[in-house]
Each structure stands twice: as C-alpha cells, then as structure tokens.
C-alpha cells in the first residue's frame, strides 16, 4: 500500500508543535494513524453492512466538523471498534455512528 508522506509529516509536525513530544515519537505515531485509516475504514463498512445501514454515516464530532449536530435523544445506528493511533499505543476504541437523517445544521445566530 502507498501511504500520503506529505500528511504523515505534516501530522507528525502538528503533533509535535501541539504536544511538546519528541519529534521521533510524533512521527512514530503519525505512522500508527496511516496504517490504522485502512483498517478503520474496513472496520466501519463492515459494521455499517452488518447493520443494513445503506445513509450516510459519521461520528459525532464527525458531523460537528461538517457543521451539523446530532439531533437531541438520537440513537446511534451502529457502533464499532476503531484503532486510535494519536496516543501512539494502538489503543482501540468505540465509535458510533449516526445516520443523516439524525443531524440538522448548526444554527446560527
């Protein structure tokens, strides 16, 4: 596989103007997070097929990103375990994932 070097430096630059790490650490787990999308992206097509979800999804902070928020008392439609390369561990969490339908944009006032 072919991974972005441009984006795993510049990761590995922010990570360490942000979090005062050694610069080999920063890449270190700038790597991790490369290696861990594919198997993330995996992880959440399958869980979302599982599920028979066929909207689009995103997380949470996801949706916030993209500037929508998740509809108050929404459940989530599916949930998975993803790799979380940033703390340079491989430390596995739990992500869930909300549906298109369950957002609305953010109002502005």
């Known amino acids: 596989m072919k991974y972005n070097l441009r984006a795993i430096m510049l990761r590995a630059w922010k990570n360490y103007r942000k979090?005062?790490?050694?610069?080999?650490?920063?890449?270190?787990?700038?790597?991790?997070?490369?290696?861990a999308e594919e198997v993330n992206t995996k992880r959440i097509e399958s869980a979302k097929a599982a599920a028979g979800i066929i909207e689009e999804t995103n997380t949470w902070s996801g949706w916030?990103?993209?500037?929508?928020?998740?509809?108050?008392?929404?459940k989530a439609l599916f949930g998975t375990e993803l790799i979380w390369g940033s703390k340079g561990d491989g430390a596995i969490?739990?992500?869930s994932f909300f549906g298109r339908s369950q957002v609305q944009e953010i109002a502005t006032v």
């Not at 979090?19 to 290696?35: D, Y």
């Not at 916030?64 to 929404?74: A, M, N, Q, T």
């Open 64 to 74: 916030k990103k993209l500037g929508y928020e998740v509809i108050h008392g929404s």
């Open 19 to 35: 979090m005062q790490l050694s610069f080999s650490e920063c890449l270190h787990r700038a790597w991790i997070t490369a290696k």
């Open 93 to 95: 969490y739990k992500a």
